[in-house]
């Protein structure tokens, strides 16, 4: 967005001023009876910690920073790899969704159960890291300007000439998006499996050892720390992403505006999508099987498609264990739909209002773009020690989780109607808001499903968590009873069905996108 | 008995499927022209003049018929770097400078860059780029920009130029200041070149003969000699001769554009 000196003053300035009410918010203990600690307090536990810490953060950020970079090489290679062969990413597409929809956390028990010692925490991060940087170079590789193509045709060169002067170093500004992202998503994996427990170092050890002290200042200061990590990587990969986005414009070379989505099937029939549908599900089938033979684990512990379907189904308790299965899917789906809707709401809502007001707008930005990327999750501590072990809190993580990235999202489409069509409205003498009711509100229409397509997943996380480290309730405590009980075909079982609706709730929402594109497109 | 070498259009259709239904954008189009000779090809939109750029590029293959420029097709010329070509975009690769954005095709074609450095500068120099040798495309007017382009399509020293209404984006007085000098550097080199057009005042400046097409199915009417003196000159847009072509050419243009 616009990055002048005028809305970076702006920013500092807001700063200030959220700095200033906390530290006097806190100092009144305003909320939650003092477990909304003044700025003053957490910094100064802070330096009394500051021996607890560099032996917590040195085991997170070197589980973090091996995962990111391999994840981030496996990502790149696979997305590039995917440009090229077509066929070979419509089959693995539904790998690459179940990666995105995914609720991290149902794969902590499973990790923990397969790998010793930090191999978990890594894997989480590599997982968190693969999709968006996946897709980021995929889009970043195949959606060049043609004639830039033509250009190293025309002088004898190959397709392999065209990758290499040209694909790769168009894509770097998108590759280096994705990497932003995945950042702060390998924090988050290493910081779910600490929460898991088994490991004595690690800042999710130290916030969850923290949470059962009850101490505010502390586990403000670890979550803050958490963030900045999170707000730095963020900031580091968007600097480098705008370096190489400057230089790749030039104003006659239009680079498309990237799409976001993958590549749609208009051009199959129903037939050949079906069958491409089923392939790239057996796909999943298939490298979850062959994910368990290779780790050679024992049958017991793990459990491919054919043991889950049979432990529900055909086993002796496969009764008793659907009964608890639908009681903690009733307990969890609608509260991260209802978490979903209201972080919706709330992002559209302000996404609108700020519209109207640029200034404060243009000021509010760059926070939300930055607290997109916060391992929000992490932070789930703090929430639980303000509002409770609560339906509320499950509530507000949930919508806490969904708000940002919806905002920048909405925020996004609002800003970029076309000037053209904004200077016909005003050459009317359209006023600010008949501009938004006219051109810019029918153009974010979309994106609210967009936002919504991005943050469904993120919601399910959000009340999971929650669950599973406070409430008791719903999927998230299931799969840590299970864990207790040794319970092994419920964990594998909570895992499939988390994963199976978060991948339905993403097609639904994407499927609905893709009809009013179709509507709207010209 | 060895023939004249000769650009040769044989017979060459080529169709596209747009949703199902089968558009002829080039029927039956034959056409020879001299090697060393400047061609322009010039109608109305949709009439496949591109579409003949395209097939002489390599870039696209006939349903029908065969091209070929001394007897090479236009995929083996491609290969060997004889085809230089210039679209409407200058289609720079914005990363690069302007000396690297020449350099391409070498580098694409595996030369040592070290043995071409004065023939680069002497381009540079040649389309009037010299001080922005190390300047981004981002820095430069749309006229500089599509001069790169031209001196890119000219670095491999080629037989061909296939040039793609390379000047259609830039402002009447830039354009006609843009042909006298391309004029220039095509008498200079003399490769056989190929220029597509909407332009009737462009092809007459540059041509040596104009093949007016027209639409649907696509295909040429007739080839029109110039026979004007070189080199041409802004007086030369003014002269009676001049109009004579003009108003003949445009009148093929518009009796088979209604009919």
């Known amino acids: 967005m616009r990055s002048s000196t005028g809305s970076l003053r702006r920013s500092a300035t807001s700063l200030l001023i959220v700095l200033v009410i906390w530290e006097l918010v806190g100092k009144l203990e305003l909320i939650a009876g003092g477990t909304f600690p003044p700025l003053s307090a957490i910094f100064g536990r802070l330096y009394d910690d ?132 995945g950042g702060p998503g390998a924090l988050l ?13 690690g800042l999710g050890t130290y916030l969850l050892g923290s949470l059962g002290r009850g101490e505010p200042a502390r586990l403000w ?41 993958l590549d749609s099937d208009d051009q199959y029939t129903g037939l050949q999508r079906l069958g491409l549908g089923v392939a790239s599900f057996c796909t999943v089938l298939f490298l979850w099987s062959g994910a368990l033979r290779l780790m050679d684990l024992s049958p017991v512990v793990a459990r491919g498609p054919i043991a889950v379907v049979r432990y529900l189904f055909t086993g002796a308790r496969g009764a008793d264990a659907r009964d608890r299965l639908l009681s903690a899917l009733g307990e969890t789906l609608p509260l991260a739909l209802v978490g979903l809707m209201f972080g919706l709401l709330a992002a559209f809502v302000l996404a609108l209002l700020l519209d109207l007001f640029p200034i404060v707008g243009s000021a509010f930005f760059p926070f939300a773009l930055i607290s997109q990327s916060m391992p929000l999750p ?49 050459g009317y003498g359209a006023e600010r808001l008949q501009v938004l009711r006219f051109i810019r509100l029918p153009q974010a229409i979309g994106s609210l499903l967009t936002a919504a397509r991005l943050a469904a997943p993120r919601a399910l996380l959000g009340v999971m968590i929650a669950e599973y480290l406070a409430t008791g309730n719903g999927l998230g405590n299931l799969m840590n009873e299970s864990r207790g009980k040794l319970d092994y075909g419920m964990i594998w079982t ?25 509507k709207f497109l010209v | 008995m060895v023939g004249e070498k000769l650009l ?159 000047f259609g984006a830039l402002d009447e007085i830039l354009r006609r200041q843009m042909n006298l000098e391309l004029q220039q550097i095509w008498m200079k080199q003399r490769p056989t070149t190929v220029l597509v057009t909407h332009a009737i005042d462009e092809a007459i400046a540059l041509a040596d003969s104009v093949a007016v097409m027209t639409s649907r199915p696509g295909r040429i009417v007739e080839v029109v000699q110039i026979d004007l003196p070189r080199p041409r000159t802004t007086e030369m847009f003014r002269s009676k001769e001049f109009h004579a072509i003009a108003d003949h050419l445009s009148e093929l243009l518009f009796t088979h554009a209604s009919a």
């Not at chain 1, 991060?125 to 889009?139: C, E, H, K, R």
């Not at chain 1, 994996?189 to 170092?201: H, N, P, S, Y």
């Not at chain 1, 992403?241 to 030039?250: C, D, V």
């Not at chain 2, 080529?14 to 060393?36: E, T, W």
Request: net charge positive; charged share 15%; with cysteine.
């Open chain 1, 50 to 181: 500051r021996t607890d810490y560099p032996a917590h953060l040195a085991a997170t950020l070197r589980s973090a920073g091996i995962g990111f970079v391999v994840g981030s090489v496996i990502a790149i290679g696979c997305g590039i790899f995917f440009a090229q062969f077509k066929m070979l990413e419509r089959i693995f597409r539904g790998v690459s969704i179940t990666f995105f929809a995914v609720p991290l956390i149902v794969l902590v028990p499973v990790l923990l159960l397969a790998f010793q010692g930090t191999m978990p925490r890594i894997i989480l991060a590599i997982i968190a890291v693969y999709f968006p940087v996946m897709v980021s170079t995929l889009i970043g590789v195949r959606d060049i300007d043609p004639r830039l193509a033509e250009v190293i045709r025309v002088s004898g060169g190959t397709d392999i000439d065209v990758m290499r002067f040209v694909r790769l170093r168009a894509a770097l500004p998108s590759i280096f998006a994705g990497l932003r992202v």
């Open chain 1, 189 to 201: 994996g290493v910081m779910l499996v600490e929460f898991g427990g088994g490991v004595r170092w």
């Open chain 1, 221 to 261: 200061g670890i979550g803050l720390l958490a963030t900045s990590i999170a707000a730095i990587s963020y900031g580091v990969f968007s600097w480098f992403g705008a370096y190489f986005l400057r230089t790749n414009l030039s104003s006659t070379v239009s680079m498309k505006a990237s799409s976001t989505t």
């Open chain 1, 378 to 426: 992490a932070l789930t501590p703090l929430i639980v020690l303000m509002f409770g072990r609560s339906v509320l809190a499950t509530v507000v993580v949930t919508i806490s989780v969904t708000f940002f990235p919806s905002y920048v999202t909405i925020a996004q489409a609002l800003s970029s109607s076309p000037q053209g069509a904004i200077d016909v409205a005003e």
């Open chain 1, 494 to 518: 909570v895992g499939a069905v988390s994963v199976t609706f978060a991948v339905l709730m993403t097609q639904i929402i994407s499927n609905l996108e893709r009809r009013i594109g179709r």
């Open chain 2, 8 to 166: 040769k259009i044989d017979n060459v259709s080529r169709s596209f499927d747009l949703r199902g239904s089968l558009v002829h954008a080039l029927k039956d189009v034959s056409l020879q022209v001299p090697v060393g000779s400047f061609l322009a090809l010039i109608g109305p939109s949709g009439c496949g003049k591109s579409t003949l750029l395209r097939l002489l590029a390599g870039l696209d293959t006939p349903d029908a018929g065969a091209l070929s420029v001394n007897g090479v097709d236009p995929s083996a010329l491609r290969k060997q770097g004889s085809i230089g070509m210039a679209f409407q975009d200058p289609a720079l690769l914005p990363w690069r400078s302007v000396r690297k954005n020449i350099a391409l095709p070498l580098q694409i074609l595996k030369r040592n860059l070290d043995d071409y450095s004065v023939r680069i500068q002497s381009l540079i120099e040649l389309v009037g780029l010299s001080g922005f040798e190390d300047a981004v495309p981002g820095q430069l007017s749309g006229g500089m920009r599509q001069r790169v382009s031209i001196a890119r399509a000219l670095v491999t020293e080629p037989n061909i130029l296939l040039l793609d209404e390379p």
